[in-house]
Each structure stands twice: as C-alpha cells, then as structure tokens.
C-alpha cells in the first residue's frame, strides 16, 4: 500500500517516526436509545462503570502532571474529578434512565445539557467557571460509555506514542506531558491556539490543521509526523523513513547548536544590538529559555495559573509566588508578565463566565479584569510584592483607549497604598506597558505611548483583527497575511510612535520567531524581539548577517508594494 501524506500545520519543531494512538475523532452524535425495563439496572451500572474508569483515568493523568510540572498545573483536573464526585449529576442521570428508560448516554446528554444552560445563567461564583471542565468531563464519559479506546493516559510507557485526536481539551493537553510521547496530531488548530502553545512549552512536535487524519488512521498505523513541514506521512514506505530519519538528524544537529554559548546582545554586521528574548508559559522554562541564550523574558502568560486553579482563583500569594520563582531563575535578567489575557478563542476553558456569540470581540483580558476586580485586584498586589524583588515589568493586554490604561494604573496605585499601609514591601513604580494588538490602538499608538512605559506588539492578533480573519478558520486562513501592507504600515506607526515617545518597543507574536522576517522587522526599527525560544538562535543568526541600513532601505521599499505576495517576493529576491 502506498504512503499516504497530509498537510496541517507544523506548530512545534521536531520529526518522529511511530506507532499512532487515536484520542478521539470528531465528536459523534449521541442519540436516543430505548431501553427495556429489564435492562435499566444494568445500564445504571454501566453509568457508573463509566464514572469510575473516568475517575481512574483523570486520577492518573493528575499524578503524572505533579510528577512533571508541579502541583500548580495538576490542579487543572482537581475540577474535572470535582464533577464527577458530585452525586447530583450521577442522580439525575440515573433518573433519566429509570423514567425515559433510554440509554445512559441520552441521559447524561440531557443531564450535562441543563447543567451547562444553568452556568451560562449565573453571573458570579465558581460554578459559572465550570462550564470548560463539564465539557471535558462529559467527553470523557461518552467516550468510555462507547466503548472507545482510552484517553491515552493509561497507555504503554515503554513506547514512543503519536497522538490523533479531533481536537485536544484542558486535560488532553495536560496529557502532553507524558515522557514516552513523541508527537500529535490534530485534525483542527492554529498556530497560535492554546494546544501549539503548550506543545512548544513542553517542545513537544506536533502538526494541526490536518482536516480529517482521524478518519484516515487507526490506532497501531504507522506515521511520520514532521513539525518543521507540517506534514504527516501515512503508512510510510522504507524511503519514506530513510528520508525522515535524514532529516530527524540534521534538525537535532542544528537544534544542539542553537544552545547559546554567550547571552550578549546580537548585533547587525555595523554594530546595532538587537535583544532576543522567550516567549514562555511554565517558570519551569526559564532553564531552556537561558540555555538557548535568551536575555529576558519578553512575555510570560500568566493565563495557565488561572487554569491550574479552576474553579478556584489564583490568590494574591499563589500570584506572588509564582512571579518571584520565575523571577528568580532568570535574574538579573528582565521579565515581563502579561496580566490576564483569558478569553475569545486562545483557550478551551470557560474560565471567564456565560459564553459568548462573538468572543473573539467580546469580554477578554483588560476589559475583563477591570470589570471584574475581584480577580484582577490579587493579581496586581502579587505582581507588585514581586517586583519590589526583582527585575519585572508588568504589560497590559488588548488596550484599545488610554482610559483603560489610566484605570490600570489607578489600580496599581491603590493596592500599592494598601500594600504599604499594611507594611508589605512592593514597588510601586514598576514598568506599565501594553500590548499593541488591536487596530485601534496600532493608530493611536503616539497617545498610547504617552501613558506607556512600553510597547509589545501582538502580531497574532492585530494580524487577524486588522484583516477581519479568523485565524483558525480553513476558509479563510489563506488571507491571514502578515505581509499585508496594512499590517507592515500598522508597525512601521507603532515603532515610530514609540521611539518618539522614547519608550522601548519589541514585538512578541509569530512573526518575531520566523528568521525569515526578521531582516523586515530590523528594517521597520524593531531592536527587540521575544519568540519561543527554540528560535533565539535562528533570528540571533538572522541579525548577525544584516547591514541595518541595507534592512532599513528594504523595509522602505517593502512599504511600497501593494500586496504581501509582491512584499514576500521582493524580500526573498533581496
């Protein structure tokens, strides 16, 4: 039989060879089946078999995320095994059965159903945060009343294993953590989802987008999963392998060299220092992020804190311990901690309350935290308490007016009072900056730089806002365009508005990771870049080889040209 090759999307480095383990595939209606009377009690039980097996499972998969990441982000399933200790939800599924005589999957449908309408109801309190896990919980238990294989959890340790599944939920991607995994693959994604992000965290490789490899593989095929193409290859022929491993080999010689030597600043060939700081999502990166000579770390999101303690709130020293521990392994470099940014598409987790018809454009990070200070109030007392320890900069996501930067602020000086009357050291001077990622604030960047100490700019973002693209729709993923010369235009005004303001300016999305651009982005005026940092390297090597002036003369003419498929020619030709 021939090898078959699909392309997705490669969100995570690496090329492996290996057996799959199919999660899941796309979710499969669930109808109702009748039930004779005889035949109630058993299917009772099986309900509760299935309960059971989902404890057992989620118990495991607890255990070895303690084993890996700590007690912080095993908390993230402390929810899931809440529910499903909750006697109610087994009650009332039983009852359905016991009256409707149908089958434990119709009921438990129905059950999770009114649960969920109920949580989109309740405007405050943990339940309404539950809505994610009751999801997840709810997969889980169909799944095993299926029949299916396993979550994968339980499976062998003395094998690599390659992962497929539809999709991957909070606690599937919790599972990434397992020492014998080797890869994923997923038949939806992007490459900024909050899956490719947790995967580059843990480095592990992974391709997404891949449209329907759940329906073309079964557990035990043989696959070639390439992170670097995005490709994966079916039932691979000897050639198929020889190639892969040829090129497995060339990746992890070139990835051994990336690991930096000297963490000095990179410079263009007549001598402009450009820093190259990591994007991260765990304190337990800051050893790999200085092993490949990061020189801060340029955005830290503290989103996954929140998920570790869902249903429960991160607390002000939970917050403040956090921070000082990240802080402390990457002193005496810079960190910049990005307050809240739950919300629109970046995560599974309906962590922030009913949903939303529009989310993407709806209540998201700072608009979120202001109105919710209850929240937002512990995180900013923990940040303060940190930075009066060591060097940390505190950045503002999805600014749109100077109002919101002016409340932050207002806020910062009132738990600093507060702080102070209480006797707790803090630092009530430390750097308020915000992320540049929406259009209204690229064009009002020199006001915004007015009440800034600095800019990061969020090309994943302003990208898809800009160009009225969802970036995780296939239809239209063809016109997410970072050379688009609105967007190139949108930063050339933000770069020039900060340097007039003299305050520093980086950008921390995509596009500051891709080697290929950064001759562009030196050009534009950028000198500080924060990317993932198994690409530090690359883009240090990018810049050693630039003449800043011959960038910036290029990144002019870019400017000119009318259409990024005319902006990447001529920077390829160049």
Same mark, same amino acid.
Request: aromatic share 4%.
């Given at each position: 039989m021939n090898a078959e090759k699909l392309r997705g999307l490669?969100?995570?480095?690496?090329?492996?060879?290996?057996?799959?383990?199919?999660?899941?595939?796309?979710?499969?209606p669930v109808v109702p089946v009748p039930v004779p009377p005889e035949r109630i009690a058993d299917e009772i039980e099986r309900l509760e078999s299935a309960r059971r097996k989902s404890r057992a499972e989620l118990q495991d998969l607890r255990?070895?995320?303690?084993?890996?990441?700590?007690?912080?982000?095993?908390?993230?399933?402390?929810?899931?095994?809440?529910?499903?200790?909750?006697?109610?939800?087994?009650?009332?599924?039983?009852?359905?059965?016991?009256?409707?005589?149908?089958?434990?999957?119709?009921?438990?449908?129905?059950v999770v159903g009114e649960y969920l309408r109920k949580f989109e109801t309740i405007a405050e309190g943990a339940f309404r945060e $539950?809505?994610?896990?009751?999801?997840?919980?709810?997969?889980?238990?169909?799944?095993?009343? $299926?029949?299916?294989?396993?979550?994968?959890?339980?499976?062998?340790?003395?094998?690599?294993?390659?992962?497929?599944?539809?999709?991957?939920?909070?606690?599937?991607?919790?599972?990434?953590?397992?020492?014998?995994?080797?890869?994923?693959?997923?038949?939806?994604?992007g490459k900024t989802s909050h899956t490719a992000i947790l995967a580059q965290a843990?480095?592990?490789?992974?391709?997404?987008?891949?449209?329907?490899?759940?329906?073309?593989?079964r557990t035990g095929d043989e696959i070639i999963l390439d992170g670097e193409t995005g490709t994966v290859t079916i039932r691979p022929g000897a050639n198929d392998r020889m190639v892969a491993e040829r090129s497995r080999l060339r990746l992890a010689e070139r990835e051994s060299a990336w690991v930096a030597v000297e963490t000095t600043p990179a410079?263009?060939?007549?001598?402009?220092?450009?820093?190259?700081?990591?994007n991260i999502e765990f304190p337990q990166e800051v050893q790999k992020a200085l092993a490949y000579?990061?020189?801060?770390?340029?955005?830290?999101?503290?989103?996954?804190?929140?998920?570790?303690?869902?249903?429960?709130?991160?607390?002000?020293?939970?917050?403040?311990?956090?921070?000082?521990?990240?802080?402390?392994?990457?002193?005496?470099?810079?960190?910049?901690?990005?307050?809240?940014?739950?919300?629109?598409?970046?995560?599974?987790?309906?962590?922030?309350g009913p949903q939303e018809s529009n989310p993407v454009l709806g209540l998201r990070a700072v608009r979120f935290c202001l109105q919710r200070q209850d929240i937002f109030r512990p995180q900013i007392r923990g940040l303060l308490r940190a930075a009066a320890e060591a060097d940390i900069r505190i950045m503002i996501p999805l600014v749109t007016t100077t109002d919101e930067i002016r409340q932050v602020r207002a806020l910062i000086m009132e738990e600093a009072g507060s702080l102070f009357a209480a006797g707790i050291p803090c630092r009530e001077d430390v750097p308020v900056g915000i992320?540049?990622?929406?259009p209204a604030a690229a064009w009002s960047a020199d006001i915004l730089a007015l009440e800034s100490d600095f800019f990061s700019i969020g090309t994943n973002d302003l990208i898809q806002y800009a160009l009225a693209v969802d970036r995780s729709n296939e239809a239209v993923d063809y016109l997410y365009q970072p050379l688009h010369p609105a967007v190139l235009r949108m930063l050339k005004f933000i770069i020039e508005s900060a340097d007039r303001a003299g305050i520093p300016v980086s950008?921390?999305?995509?596009?500051?990771?891709?080697?290929?651009?950064?001759?562009?982005?030196?050009?534009?005026?950028?000198?500080?870049?924060?990317?993932?940092?198994?690409?530090?390297?690359?883009?240090?090597?990018?810049?050693?080889?630039?003449?800043?002036?011959?960038?910036?003369a290029r990144a002019l003419k870019a400017l000119d040209l009318p259409t990024a498929l005319e902006v990447q020619e001529f920077l390829l030709a160049t």
């Open positions: 490669g969100v995570s480095s690496g090329i492996v060879t290996g057996r799959v383990v199919v999660l899941q595939s796309a979710n499969l255990d070895r995320t303690f084993q890996v990441l700590g007690e912080t982000y095993a908390g993230i399933i402390d929810a899931q095994l809440l529910i499903l200790d909750d006697p109610g939800l087994l009650r009332q599924t039983a009852q359905r059965i016991k009256v409707g005589r149908i089958s434990a999957a119709w009921a438990l449908k129905e $539950r809505g994610g896990d009751l999801q997840d919980v709810h997969l889980r238990l169909q799944r095993i009343l $299926r029949g299916d294989v396993q979550g994968g959890e339980n499976l062998p340790e003395d094998q690599p294993l390659l992962i497929v599944a539809h999709t991957l939920g909070p606690s599937d991607t919790v599972m990434l953590t397992r020492k014998n995994l080797a890869g994923f693959a997923t038949d939806v994604g843990l480095s592990v490789p992974a391709v997404v987008g891949l449209k329907d490899i759940t329906q073309r593989v410079s263009t060939l007549d001598g402009t220092a450009v820093s190259v700081l990591a000579g990061a020189e801060g770390i340029g955005l830290y999101r503290s989103e996954f804190l929140f998920l570790a303690r869902s249903p429960d709130l991160p607390t002000e020293e939970d917050h403040y311990r956090t921070y000082v521990e990240l802080a402390d392994r990457m002193a005496p470099a810079p960190v910049t901690i990005r307050t809240l940014d739950l919300g629109g598409e970046k995560y599974f987790h309906e962590v922030l992320m540049v990622e929406v950008l921390c999305g995509e596009m500051a990771g891709d080697e290929e651009m950064t001759p562009l982005l030196i050009g534009l005026g950028l000198r500080e870049l924060s990317v993932q940092p198994r690409a530090i390297q690359p883009v240090r090597q990018a810049i050693r080889k630039l003449h800043t002036r011959d960038a910036e």
